[in-house]
């Protein structure tokens, strides 16, 4: 490799305007390290015809910054589909992953890109990888609420959530059992069979009953407490499940949380009960529902 001119150098600090001047001039300059991969991104962002000018300059495409990520994770995460296309197609690696753990798949599932999604998993993503805190892809599109993405990631996922020889435990046994009840009766039964509890908090307390309260998912919530949920566990707030279902004005899930025994009058560390958070709400059914239950 021949050395730098002063030139050169100078060109190389530039921002993205001077790039690809800089690559046709040495195309070797940028070669390793996490300099190429900001590089590669910068070109990106100019467009297909940059970007392939810089991958057919002889740039290692699956070069990672400090972080360990690479110019894919960064395009999926940012949602650039042609980026992450023409980066595929010069070879990318689809599965690599960042220092935590965390795929390209998952980057673009986090943010809610879908059409990212289909393209990574139509190039062989695995939807079944986990990042250093267990979750998958579905399972942080499901956190985040994004549900064209979380439909996408269900279609492909065949096998059962979680179902791993040792129980799970926080955060990453909450995740897996709530993606294990959104995938049905089999995959729950399954997961909790190897040692997983059904009532697993994450750091603030919350469990999966209390998340699908929250979303108002009636049929996963009969199903978590037929495997035994604690109808009436407190989060780190005070909160329970009757009361994030309440405070939604999900009345169908409070009918099913009240069929099976949910303390009414509970309260949480501000004083308030599910039938004043139903108020706060203005959610009129639910009130109506509470207040003949005898809730106060």
């Given amino acids: ?125 695995d939807p079944s990888a986990r990042d250093k805190d267990g979750e998958t892809a579905l399972m942080m599109a499901e956190d985040e609420r994004h549900n064209d993405t979380v439909a996408v990631l269900r279609g492909v996922s065949k096998a059962a959530p979680a179902a791993t020889p040792s129980a799970l ?12 009840a959104y995938s049905g009766v089999p995959a729950l039964q399954q997961l909790l069979a190897g040692g997983t509890s059904v009532d697993c908090e994450d750091s603030d307390g919350e469990t999966a009953l209390m998340e699908l309260a929250d979303k108002g998912n009636a049929a996963a919530v009969q199903l978590l407490i037929k495997h035994g949920a604690q109808v009436d566990h407190k989060d780190h707030e005070g909160k329970t499940a009757l009361m994030e279902a309440a405070s939604d004005g999900h009345t169908d899930v409070v009918r099913v949380l009240m069929a099976a025994g949910a303390n009414l009058n509970i309260r949480d560390e501000d004083g308030e009960s599910a039938l004043m958070k139903a108020v706060a709400g203005r959610h009129d059914d639910t009130a109506a529902v509470l207040r003949a239950a005898g809730a106060q």
């Fill in 169 to 180: 435990t926080g955060k990453t046994g909450m995740k897996a059992v709530l993606q294990a």
């Fill in 1 to 125: 490799m021949r050395k730098e001119s002063p030139i050169m150098r100078h060109h190389s600090i530039l921002t993205g305007i001077t790039l690809i001047g800089a690559v046709m001039i040495n195309p070797l300059v940028w070669a390793d390290g996490p300099e190429p991969q900001k590089n590669v991104l910068r070109a990106a962002n100019y467009g297909e015809t940059q970007l392939k000018q810089m991958l057919d300059s002889g740039v290692s495409i699956d070069v990672a910054d400090d972080d360990g990520e690479t110019a894919l994770m960064e395009a999926a995460d940012k949602g650039n589909v042609s980026a992450v296309q023409l980066l595929l197609k010069y070879g990318a690696q689809v599965n690599r992953r960042d220092e935590d753990g965390k795929t390209p798949l998952m980057h673009a599932a986090d943010e809610g890109h879908t059409q990212v999604v289909q393209i990574l998993l139509a190039s062989g993503a």
